[in-house]
């Protein structure tokens, strides 16, 4: 009898658990998962009867086949998406997120004469300097030469500082043309455009059906992998609970066959000694307030006031929530976690909420995560080039996902990668093609992000 191979996959998010399904009727599928639950950012909570993810999850397909995949695991609520941004620190005053027309034309209705001469310089200079090229030096230049120096100043600059803790003029340009990030005509602007987009209410049901078929170890971090002869993985070095005492995490190895196939959507700098990758985590801190949210929409970004980027109204994104009160969440991006100071994050908050939306907390908690955003500098990408060459000289090991091929991607890009994963790696046999075609495959799945 023909032992059946075994194919582990590091990391039990969106994207693990959609390869998971595609391969468990040709592989028994093993999945390590570093928490206590599978679904990753996309992990329904309940916080007293409010429903959240870690952030905004809004379900949207780009085709049909990914509309079909949703439909069959979850009932979609389909609705409009607006993003609003305050510049001002208010919320009776915002503009349009993505940025349109009719939003600079009402800053220059409100900025003085001489402010706007020295944008409209600045719009020359850029304007000028890539007449003939458009290969930007920076994303502070690819941001004005496409909304101009105005747009850029009060909606983009500060923003961007506080979200990757470095100035614009330092960050690159690789991941911009992936975001909606040029000025449109309609206004207001749908987030999502005409996809396919809404909330289920609930992720829940949806995993529920993905782990069907597949093994789950939970609490195992993989951390490390033991690698002879250059190439060949033989363990997984993880922190799992002990066999004797589960609440004694310690140091274990996972046996590695050599045909067993290996697919990692965590972060692969922790795989290559010397390399460190550059991330940003995020402090959400979600308040249960007394009342219906104030809020203008279900995601509010702030640019220039306050510690935090943007506030989630959930009621608003996916129409469930609590009679009488309602669930919103701060969102405080960070470098290290010294930074996140509760006490003063609480006083602000507190001080906002009481302000600005005429309440009152009723409770309040805090979900601190690493690692949730690549940071997008030139010195990053040569890290993750070296980590990439690396790892794809490993036999039998792909890496995919936001943090497996550090890209800022949503929970249908995470998906999509996994099938266009399998889909090569069925046309080869599940055989390891070597570095090089490794290589190009798995920097092809960084060429569309979105």
């Known amino acids: 009898m023909v032992r059946k191979r075994t ?57 049909d086949e990914q509309k079909e995949w949703w439909s069959r695991y979850l009932t979609n609520i389909l609705k409009d998406y607006y993003v609003r941004v305050s510049i001002d620190g208010n919320i009776d005053n915002t503009y349009d997120f993505p940025i349109t027309k009719s939003n600079i034309d009402r800053l220059i209705e409100n900025k003085p004469k001489e402010e706007l001469l020295i944008h409209e310089k600045k719009d020359k200079e850029i304007r000028s300097k890539y007449a003939e090229r458009k290969d930007f030096e920076s994303f502070e230049d690819y941001i004005i030469y496409h909304i101009g120096s105005l747009g850029y100043t009060y909606f983009v600059k500060n923003y961007n500082k ?23 005509d309609q206004s207001p602007y749908k987030m999502f455009g005409e996809a396919w987009a809404g909330h289920p209410g609930d992720y829940t049901p949806l995993f529920d059906k993905l782990e069907e078929g597949i093994e789950i170890l939970y609490n195992y971090d993989v951390i490390s992998l033991d690698i002879i002869n250059e190439t060949r993985i033989q363990k997984l070095i993880v922190k799992a609970p002990s066999q004797v005492n589960e609440n004694e995490i310690t ?9 067993d196939l290996i697919f990692n959507t965590s972060n692969l700098d922790k795989y290559v000694d010397g390399v460190e990758m550059a991330w940003r985590g995020i402090a959400k801190v979600y308040c249960i307030i007394d ?20 506030i989630m109204d959930y009621k608003k994104q996916g129409n469930i929530g609590v009679d009488g009160t309602a669930l919103i969440s701060f969102a405080i991006p960070y470098g290290d976690k010294k930074e996140i100071n509760k006490i003063d994050i609480t006083s602000e ?49 792909y890496t995919l ?50």
């Not at 140091?251 to 045909?259: M, N, P, R, V, Y």
């Not at 550090?406 to 929970?411: D, W």
Request: proline share 3%; with cysteine.
């Open 7 to 63: 194919a582990f996959i590091i990391g039990g998010g969106i994207t693990g658990l959609s390869l998971a399904e595609k391969l468990k009727d040709e592989f028994n599928v093993i999945v390590l998962e570093k928490n206590n639950f599978i679904g990753g950012m996309c992990k329904t909570h309940d916080f007293k009867g409010h429903k959240h993810e870690f952030g905004p999850h809004i379900l949207y397909a780009k085709t």
């Open 162 to 184: 506080k979200q990757w803790g470095i100035d614009p003029k330092d960050m690159g340009t690789e991941w911009a043309s992936s975001r909606p990030l040029t000025l449109k």
């Open 251 to 259: 140091t274990q190895s996972i046996i590695i066959a050599k045909d």
């Open 291 to 310: 009342g219906e949210s104030e809020m203008p929409d279900y995601s509010t970004t702030f640019p220039n006031n306050y510690r935090w980027t943007r």
């Open 349 to 397: 908050i507190e001080t906002f909420i009481t302000e600005k939306l005429n309440t009152k907390i009723i409770d309040i908690k805090f979900d601190i995560q690493d690692n949730i955003y690549p940071v997008s500098t030139d010195e990053n990408t040569e890290n993750l080039d070296k980590c990439l060459k690396h790892v794809c000289k490993l036999n039998n090991f």
């Open 401 to 450: 996902g936001r943090l497996g091929i550090s890209a800022y991607i949503s929970m249908s890009r995470g998906i999509q990668m996994s099938w266009d994963l399998y889909e090569w790696l069925n046309l080869n046999g599940f055989k390891d093609p070597g570095l090089e075609e490794k290589l190009k495959m798995t920097k092809g799945l960084r060429e569309d992000l979105w």
